[in-house]
């Protein structure tokens, strides 16, 4: 069986240890996600779960997350579910993102409802591994509503 590393982090839309990443200039942002590839890339993770990954948000300067740190490791496989999708002057499009040595074969991305800003939910992929195994994962990223209102919202 192989073994994995498996490293799940919530980068907060790259804003390091600013309150708010508005705050922050795109020279700033983009040094946090040098850092943040550095850290994935210093833990040999084979799979990487990232939550608040932005792909074109007005508040971190249009910057696509996900593509900027995917392109400082060797992880080469990446998929991006987006839960919050708002159009307009203050664009948001952010979820959860996995980032992976292996090809991945299928996934899906479920919200838990329509909010427009601070949306949750889960990415589910299936990975293949080395040795022909499918490796199911998910990458939930929780919300602040109680369980049984984030699954009735889900369901229905």
């Not at 943040?36 to 990954?53: R, T």
């Not at 159009?87 to 409802?113: D, I, K, M, P």
Request: hydrophobic letters at 40%.
């Amino acid at each position: 069986m192989t073994q994995l590393k498996i490293l799940t982090f919530n980068i907060a839309h790259g804003r390091g240890r600013s309150v708010y990443q508005g705050f922050s200039s795109r020279k700033q942002l983009l040094l946090n996600l040098s850092g943040i590839a550095q850290l994935i890339l210093d833990s040999g993770a084979d799979i990487v779960a990232l939550q608040e990954v932005d792909r074109d948000s007005s508040w971190n300067k249009r910057l696509n997350l996900l593509d900027l740190i995917a392109n400082e490791t060797p992880l080469a496989h990446s998929v991006l579910g987006v839960n919050t999708l708002r159009s307009g002057r203050f664009q948001l499009e952010y979820g959860n993102a996995l980032l992976t040595r292996f090809r991945v074969s299928h996934w899906e991305n479920h919200r838990f409802g329509v909010r427009m800003v601070g949306e949750k939910g889960f990415l589910y992929c299936e990975v293949l591994l080395d040795d022909g195994w499918q490796l199911p994962i998910i990458n939930l990223h929780l919300t602040q509503v109680p369980a049984a209102v984030a699954c009735n919202r889900w369901t229905n």
